[in-house]
């Protein structure tokens, strides 16, 4: 292999000579052999973005020539058009608060304008990573807004597949409505409840969780361009910092304010927070669902038995015909993962010292992987589980038949004293309340069959 000889502050290294990375991504590639894992294609897609907004604004500023900053945007246009992305090479989690993937960034566009403008890889005077693709910019606003839009663009997912999932939902509680089942407290019998309204209690927090996303969208939408190393504007001309959200706008396609305390906004990450807290919310409904599921699909013979579950794969190596939910089980395990995230962005986000953070690395990392897992989890509850639910009708018209429960709806007409020790008598002799009731005379036959009509109940 044929090398080039770059340097940087830290000395002289070969870089293969056909990279359009340089020494400091190769340092960083070193440096940080962590998780494995490169940057998320959408977080590098968006620094780019970034860079491609930065060079039109430092143009029209007049801190880059034309020449110059038509060659950057043209090189960021190749990257996102999906060519040499091969070439982003640093470790998702990395030390020094993103400068790794923000060399990167800059090295990788430097290099491609390098060949645009006719010279060769790694000659810094005709493009230079720091001077001109960095130019009026620092990890410490180029990052975290990078990483601001990647969310953005992730949630937006997510919430197709949220709308999706909730209108699957409802299409249960739509098919269901005139089904009874026995509703329960604390695993014990309570009242009937219909399954269009148990899966239409199910859908609800789902809605929220949609205005709960879109107003995270928002939130995330104040950048702290302009604001460089602190959030002071050092080295950032006036005309760049007022135009450079707005050209990042256009660049994006999405609509960004710049935050009005441009030092907070460098050095406070509650933002990131927020975001994972409601992605958690909405893990944690999924997974309470998927609990319910788990629990009235048990059986087939010795469960509840009120409900079936598509049946996915096998259930066992040894037992022969087991079929496990494994659905709703792995939709748990996202939730686990996520409230697990969620520890980690917290902590990282309380982890900032004075005016910068240097834990953003982390916090994507985690963040793109909750959402993403949330997205997916989504897809696969609603088509492989959801969609394909059957109720065993005669299974639950008869629970609630045998229920003591439906004693409470007596209550009006009788009194609760007096419903408690029916309701005693029925479990202590194992017999149906219904029968108990016709024995004693206790109401009108005609008036208690319309009392314990279950339809009217619920």
Avoid at 40 to 53: D, Q, R, Y
């Amino acid at each position: 292999m044929e090398y080039r000889i770059e340097r940087d502050s830290i000395g002289e290294k070969q870089v293969p000579i056909d990279a359009y990375y340089g020494v400091q991504s190769l340092r960083a590639k070193e440096n940080f052999k962590i998780s494995g894992k490169k940057v998320h294609p959408e977080f590098i897609l968006s620094i780019v973005e970034v860079k491609k907004a930065a060079a039109i604004a430092n143009c029209n500023s007049g801190a880059l020539s034309k020449e110059r900053a038509d060659a950057i945007s043209k090189a960021c246009d190749d990257l996102l058009g999906g060519k040499y992305l091969e070439n982003f090479i640093v470790d998702a989690i990395q030390g020094g608060a993103g400068t790794s993937l923000n060399m990167n960034a800059n090295e990788v566009i430097a290099n491609i304008a390098i060949e645009y403008l006719g010279g060769t890889k790694g000659d810094y005077k005709i493009v230079h990573p720091n001077d001109h693709v960095n130019c009026a910019q620092s990890t410490n606003d180029a990052y975290p807004s990078a990483g601001k839009i990647a969310v953005i663009k992730l949630l937006k997912k997510a919430i197709v597949a949220l709308e999706d999932f909730y209108n699957s939902l409802m299409n249960k509680a739509s098919e269901f409505d005139s089904v009874i089942k026995m509703g329960r407290t604390e695993m014990q019998d309570a009242v009937p409840i219909s399954f269009g309204q148990a899966f239409r209690a199910y859908a609800s927090p789902f809605k929220r969780d949609i205005e709960r996303f879109n107003r995270a969208i928002k939130e995330l939408s104040t950048l702290n361009m302009g604001g460089t190393a602190i959030g002071t504007g050092i080295t950032a001309d006036k005309d760049y910092i007022k135009n450079v959200v707005p050209t990042l706008s256009k660049v994006c396609g999405i609509e960004f304010t710049q935050a009005e305390d441009l030092v907070d906004a460098t050095q406070n990450l509650d933002c990131f927070v927020y975001v994972s807290g409601i992605i958690k919310s909405c893990a944690t409904t999924m997974s309470k669902i998927a609990n319910d599921l788990r629990l009235m699909s048990s059986g087939p013979r010795t469960g509840f038995a009120e409900i079936n579950l598509p049946a996915k794969q096998n259930g066992s190596s040894i037992m022969p015909g087991k079929i496990n939910p494994v659905i709703p089980e792995v939709i748990s395990q996202i939730a686990f993962n996520i409230f697990g995230n969620d520890v980690t962005i917290t902590m990282a986000s309380e982890a900032g010292q004075l005016e910068l953070n240097a834990f953003e690395p982390i916090i994507f990392y985690n963040l793109f992987e909750s959402i993403e897992t949330l997205t997916n989890g989504l897809k696969v509850f609603k088509t492989d589980c959801i969609d394909g639910i059957t109720v065993n009708q005669d299974v639950c018209v008869d629970e609630v038949e045998k229920s003591i429960g439906i004693v409470t709806a007596l209550c009006p007409y009788i009194g609760y004293t007096r419903a408690a020790d029916l309701a005693k008598r029925a479990l202590k002799e194992k017999r149906n309340i219904r029968d108990i009731l016709i024995e004693e005379n206790v109401i009108d036959s005609s008036k208690l069959n319309e009392i314990l009509d279950p339809h009217t109940m619920i």
